[in-house]
């Protein structure tokens, strides 16, 4: 018997996750449920279970740190962290510590029992399979046919419509029957394969064709596959497992193959549509410079430069799609960190609107998608009414802030003004001050100030004795060929020839 503990805070959790499936069915004993980290540590190192479901942040002790603790000890119990949303980051971090897996709250079954069954032995990981039952038995008449194949060597597939998910039950049933029909027509006349459905999946062994190359398998695969497209209208995406002479071994390689389907969810990103179960479907993972467009979309929400802004957003969710790895709750958690990020910077410039609510609302729908394009566009609405609401705000806002920051630079004129303290004055980033001055002003910063130093520049040359040079660095130029260039540009000639001119013209008759 495997022999689990399950560690939560909210006793419901553990309640939920023990009603949730028939362990006893699968030979899972669950030994112990603890609502804290201290006796979940206790009676993992005096049991020494198999398995341990641990919440990420409980009291006494928090996941990671049994999991530390654990590892210390050299105790061989395999642990999958349970997280809340604010703690997600973590227990995706967690993975570096030795934990086998991640599971977000609310808990789904489907998730729960893939990530239990990587803990299994192999002879137990069949049982794993929609709620214990294996793919393929030996009873099966899809297994009678492929055993046919023995003496050569086949593999197994699992196949999936891309974006059946999203259609209306009824339709589901069609779109399936018709794909399943062209399999089992093409396959049997071509009698190297075999095609069937179980649990409403369609799977596929394929032979390999004597004296064959490496990739012949693939390539029949591909090239039936288009064909099935071309009778029925619809693409059919697949994994497929390498080939093995043991027809014993398809069982766990069809379970492995359908886990690995969870892939298609993101169907419209992948490289591939054929994927193999071996090596990595998203090789380039840059989770720094997803960090880096999170900020630069948060800049540009803020800088309402619309266009320039939902092409970043594009290049982030296809970003997300990467580092999400086939995992739907990472991309949830990643485009919502991504709404975090925008609705951070607007608290720190003091923008307000009903940010809050929109997040939450995306959060509750979010994982209830049934495509990656169904999440974006979950998401890009939100972020079109978070958009609408930033620049509601703003409007509100730009009156007072221009004229405190004209204000400002009036009565500061003659200090080292720069777009960082002007910024500062109002809690705007420094990149969209300058933006946001020139709207609302029509001149750039700097030539604003420069035109209040030039002004008050002109009062001191006609009306005090001072020299260009000191009158220059009294209002504020630190280098007085610029002050003398800008001077003669604007009025025409040089500090001391207008001094001169002013000095010789006639006084105004009385």
Known sequence: MFRMILADDEPVIT????MLVDWAQLGI??????????????????????????????????????????HAAGAATKVIFISGFQEFSY????????????????????????????????????????????????GDEAYRAAMRFDGGS??????????????????????????????????????????????NELYLIIET???????????????????????????????????????????????????????????????????????????????????????RIAEQFMGQDQAVMWQTLRAYEAACAAVADGNQDAAVFYLLSCLRAVT???????????????????????????????????????????YAGVAEALRKNDK???????????????????????????????FYFSSYFKKQTGRNFKDFLNAVRLNHALELLVGTDLRSYEIAEEVGFKDYRYFTELFSRAYGRTPTAYRKAMSAAPAPEE
């Open 91 to 138: 227990a995706r971090d967690a993975l570096a510590y030795g934990a086998v897996d991640y599971l977000l709250k609310p808990i789904k079954r489907e998730a729960l029992l893939e990530a239990v069954g990587k803990c299994l032995p192999d002879g137990a990981q069949q049982r794993m399979v929609h709620a214990g039952q294996a793919v393929l038995h030996a």
């Open 15 to 18: 309640k939920g996750i023990c």
């Open 154 to 199: 086949c593999a197994i597939a699992a196949l999936t419509v891309p974006g059946l998910a999203e259609k209306e039950e009824m339709e589901r049933q069609l779109i399936t029957f018709s794909v399943l029909s062209q399999l089992e027509r093409i396959t049997r006349a071509q009698g190297r394969g075999v095609a069937f459905q179980k649990q």
């Open 344 to 386: 951070e910077r607007m608290a720190e410039l003091g923008v307000q609107t009903d940010s809050a609510r929109m997040v939450d609302g995306m959060l509750e729908a979010a994982r209830d998608t049934k495509s990656y394009a169904g999440l974006l566009a979950l998401f890009e609405s939100t972020c079109r009414e978070l």
């Open 29 to 70: 004993q669950i030994e112990a449920c603890c609502d804290n980290g201290l006796d979940a540590l206790h009676e993992i190192l005096s049991r020494k279970p198999d398995l341990a479901l641990l919440d990420i942040s409980m009291p006494g002790r928090t996941g990671i740190e049994i999991l530390k603790e654990l």
């Open 400 to 430: 007072k802030d221009i004229v405190k920051a004209t204000d400002y630079i009036k009565a500061h004129y003659k200090e080292n003004l720069t777009l960082e303290v002007m910024a500062k004055q109002i809690h705007m980033n420094p």
């Open 209 to 295: 064709a004597p004296d064959s190359g490496a990739g012949d398998s693939e390539a029949y695969l591909r090239a039936l596959l288009g064909q099935v497209q071309e009778e029925t209208g619809w693409a059919v995406g697949a994994v497929y497992s390498q080939d093995t002479g043991e027809t014993t071994q398809l069982p766990p390689l069809a379970m492995e193959c359908r886990q690995k389907c969870q892939y298609f969810y993101f169907w419209q990103h992948l490289p591939d549509t054929v994927l193999p179960l071996s090596g990595a479907v998203f090789p380039e993972k840059d989770l720094a410079g997803l960090h880096a467009l999170q900020a």
